[in-house]
């Protein structure tokens, strides 16, 4: 008896193992099959890590360049109401200020507030300039929405009616930027072809980026000789992009079999666990 418990046990134990040791060798060969690769092209992931990097490394050029830009507009002014003045009706906009016909100076009263300190108007004058020159690149979709819509549409089938192009638009007004309460004039196959082609051509372009200096069956090309600092650039976010992917995809393996081995653990743990000592019964006094 007690060996047919034992032999139940080591059954479960072999069948946790070897359900732990697919998923573990699962992941770890989707791991090292080349994540980088969806067939012979650039995997999804891949140019998604690139697209997101390279939005990133727009918004904070886009910083950079108009803190230069805002010195230079301020030039020597350092008391407050010289700081004031270098905000015209002409380049409120830069600082998001907007205003109707001639308010300029009420909506300029309420950017600055009750404010008089030099130093602390020079910095809110700042941010305020940065922020607005860095909002066009952080508007953005980011590449998981591009992708999603992508796939989505891919989905859609090759004659979809009507209603079908309609009911997409719908579901994905916000990112192809049409009204979803019906009234679009989107309402053939072709039409949504050309807006959804318009909406992911960032993933396009930067898939295009990579293949600049990737080649799918040998990985990295090598970096011509006197490439240009742009080339270069390019080279070096795509690189990046790599191996953000192949870590990324090694992530995912360690969180799998983490999770299969963590399982196998517990069971195990609980199958081994000695019993509590059975009470001998009580006479009756």
């Given at each position: 008896?007690?060996?047919?418990?034992?032999?139940?046990?080591?059954?479960?134990?072999?069948?946790?193992?070897?359900?732990?040791?697919?998923?573990?060798?699962?992941?770890?060969?989707?791991?090292?099959?080349?994540?980088?690769l969806?067939?012979?092209?650039?995997?999804?992931?891949?140019?998604?890590?690139y697209?997101?990097?390279?939005?990133?490394?727009?918004?904070?050029?886009?910083?950079?360049?108009?803190?230069?830009?805002?010195?230079?507009?301020?030039g020597?002014?350092?008391?407050?109401?010289?700081?004031?003045?270098?905000?015209?009706?002409?380049?409120?906009?830069?600082?998001?200020?907007?205003?109707?016909?001639?308010?300029?100076?009420?909506?300029?009263?309420?950017?600055?507030?009750?404010?008089?300190?030099?130093?602390?108007?020079?910095?809110?004058?700042?941010?305020?300039?940065?922020?607005?020159?860095?909002?066009?690149?952080?508007?953005?979709?980011?590449?998981?929405?591009?992708?999603?819509?992508?796939?989505?549409?891919?989905?859609?089938?090759?004659?979809?009616?009507?209603?079908?192009?309609?009911?997409?638009?719908?579901?994905?007004?916000?990112?192809?930027?049409?009204?979803?309460?019906?009234?679009?004039?989107?309402?053939?196959?072709?039409?949504?072809?050309?807006?959804?082609?318009?909406?992911?051509?960032?993933?396009?372009?930067?898939?295009?980026?990579?293949?600049?200096?990737?080649?799918?069956?040998?990985?990295m090309?090598?970096?011509?000789e006197?490439?240009?600092?742009?080339?270069?650039?390019?080279?070096?976010?795509?690189?990046?992009?790599?191996?953000?992917?192949?870590?990324?995809?090694?992530?995912k393996?360690?969180?799998?079999?983490?999770?299969?081995?963590?399982?196998?653990?517990?069971?195990?743990?609980?199958?081994?666990?000695?019993?509590?000592?059975?009470?001998?019964?009580?006479?009756?006094?």
């Amino acid at each position: 008896m007690v060996d047919a418990v034992n032999n139940n046990r080591d059954a479960v134990y072999t069948g946790i193992g070897a359900g732990a040791g697919l998923l573990a060798g699962g992941a770890y060969g989707g791991y090292f099959s080349k994540p980088l690769l969806k067939g012979d092209a650039p995997s999804d992931a891949f140019v998604r890590t690139y697209y997101d990097n390279d939005v990133k490394d727009q918004i904070a050029k886009a910083g950079a360049d108009a803190k230069k830009k805002f010195a230079t507009l301020i030039g020597e002014a350092n008391e407050a109401q010289a700081l004031k003045d270098k905000i015209t009706a002409e380049n409120a906009g830069k600082f998001g200020i907007e205003f109707e016909d001639d308010k300029f100076e009420d909506a300029k009263k309420a950017f600055f507030g009750e404010e008089t300190d030099a130093a602390k108007l020079k910095e809110k004058m700042e941010k305020a300039y940065v922020d607005k020159a860095a909002s066009k690149a952080s508007q953005s979709k980011n590449g998981k929405e591009l992708t999603k819509l992508k796939n989505a549409f891919e989905k859609l089938g090759e004659n979809p009616d009507e209603n079908a192009v309609k009911d997409f638009v719908k579901k994905h007004a916000d990112i192809l930027g049409e009204k979803a309460d019906g009234t679009s004039t989107i309402t053939t196959k072709d039409a949504l072809q050309s807006k959804v082609d318009d909406v992911i051509a960032p993933l396009a372009k930067a898939k295009g980026k990579i293949l600049e200096h990737f080649d799918t069956n040998d990985g990295m090309k090598k970096l011509a000789e006197g490439a240009s600092d742009d080339a270069k650039t390019v080279y070096n976010a795509v690189k990046k992009a790599a191996k953000e992917t192949r870590l990324w995809a090694g992530a995912k393996w360690a969180v799998a079999t983490g999770a299969v081995l963590g399982l196998a653990s517990y069971i195990g743990s609980k199958m081994t666990a000695p019993k509590a000592p059975e009470e001998a019964p009580k006479e009756n006094a």
